[in-house]
């Protein structure tokens, strides 16, 4: 397939590039995702399983998936091209104010709970994949490493994602479900509030420490941050997944929040 002519790259991952493209048939800007990989018939059906699941879900804060494909010997899928400023980016000016902090996890939370709904795990919550549009709402981008639960979360997966935003359950081996999810967002929210990530150092360093250490809560490095703000974190990085909320209870809470900051 060749419906689409490459304008200029947007990024670059581990497992390919993200590049801004024209559909020749309608003219539309696109983006496209183009893997470092043949397309093998498990790569193609892997990604024709995301393009169904984006198309079924439909929700407002998940990235919508148009097609997948070959393009020049590569993989693809084509999406929507989201304009705005990758909020790993935008971290760079963190901490945030604690009302736009909780009003872009909630936002993600009730993307994950309709995802959770249709038994899907993201398994790779980060600043890297969420989009904030100009009028500051998030979109949840890259399902290449989603799940179904809990048969794919079983012991014995690969491990993907970002270490540092991974749950202790993913890291342990354990079986997982849409609780690491949150715990991940939970991640993200600590790093919003506070300029830093709960979990840092190397690697193996931010590993060790997810599965050992429980971080100071939000208000230690920003005194402005509520009580009820550091409950709600707090719960989100609880080693067990039991103590942590579901997500949609979880975007419930975090928009009651947001509406009291």
């Not at 002519?5 to 696109?30: C, M």
């Not at 790993?88 to 000016?93: G, N, Q």
């Not at 991940?184 to 997810?210: C, H, K, N």
Request: aromatic share 4%; glycine share 8%; proline share 8%.
């Amino acid at each position: 397939m060749s419906g689409y002519r490459v304008l200029a790259p947007l990024g670059r991952g581990a497992g390919g590039e993200v590049v801004a493209a024209e559909d020749l048939a309608s003219g539309r800007r696109v983006a496209l995702k183009l893997l470092d990989c043949p397309p093998t018939a498990a790569v193609m059906a892997r990604l024709t399983r995301e393009v169904a699941l984006s198309r079924r879900l439909g929700h407002p804060g998940l990235v919508r998936m148009i097609e997948c494909g070959v393009l020049d010997g590569r993989p693809f899928q084509a999406m929507d091209l989201v304009e705005g400023t990758l909020l790993h980016d935008a971290l760079a000016d963190a901490p945030f104010p604690a009302r736009r902090a909780l009003a872009i996890s909630g936002a993600v939370a009730d993307c994950l709970a309709a995802l959770h709904a249709a038994g899907v795990v993201h398994r790779d919550v980060k600043p890297r994949n969420i989009v904030l549009r100009p009028d500051g709402r998030p979109v949840l981008t890259d399902l290449d490493a989603a799940a179904l639960e809990p048969a794919e979360l079983a012991p014995g997966t690969d491990l993907v994602g970002s270490p540092a935003y991974l749950a202790p359950e993913i890291l342990d081996d354990r079986p997982a479900d849409g609780r690491a999810d949150v715990f991940s967002l939970g991640v993200v929210l600590y790093q919003m509030l506070t300029g830093r990530r709960p979990f840092d150092g190397s690697a193996a360093e931010a590993v060790e420490a997810i599965r050992r250490r429980t971080p100071a809560p939000p208000s230690h490095w920003v005194p402005g941050v509520t009580r009820e703000i550091d409950a709600v974190v707090m719960r989100c990085l609880a080693k067990d997944p039991a103590g942590r909320l579901p997500a949609e209870k979880l975007a419930s809470h975090l928009t009651e929040l947001t509406s009291r900051a």
